[in-house]
Nanobody, 128 residues
């Protein structure tokens, strides 16, 4: 079993920055991909960013591209999300997720159903 634990959330003013981390533990951890999703009350969980764990190619939600950067440290089994120029609409609970099967399509990276393991989430609040 794999456990994912997010940290780094908090309250920040618009225009500020936060860096989220997600540490994986458990059985030998070799995901094919990892991603960040976010969710606000009453809405479905949505894709934010994803990265192929071995190759490092990444994907972003259009509204965060250029402001957010996803990265990973394979040796530390840690996923990051650097968030800059934050906007109030970025306010949400942010979840990290890990995928076992090798992704074949773009949709494997961006769908909630494309991931096998999830963290508990970390709250990000951006004030105007």
């Amino acid at each position: 079993q794999v456990q994912l634990v997010e940290s780094g959330g908090g309250l920040v003013q618009a225009g500020g920055s936060l860096r989220l981390s997600c540490v994986a533990s458990g059985r030998t951890f070799r995901p094919s991909a990892m991603g960040w999703f976010r969710q606000t009350p009453g809405k479905e969980r949505e894709f934010v960013a994803a990265i192929n764990w071995s190759r490092g190619n990444n994907y972003y939600k259009e509204s965060v591209e250029g402001r957010f950067t996803i990265s990973r440290d394979n040796a530390k089994n840690t996923l990051y999300l650097q968030m800059n120029s934050l906007k109030p609409e970025d306010t949400a609970v942010y979840y990290c997720a890990a995928r076992d099967p090798r992704p074949k399509y773009y949709t494997d990276y961006v769908r909630v159903g494309g991931y096998d393991y999830w963290g508990q989430g970390t709250q990000v609040t951006v004030s105007s």
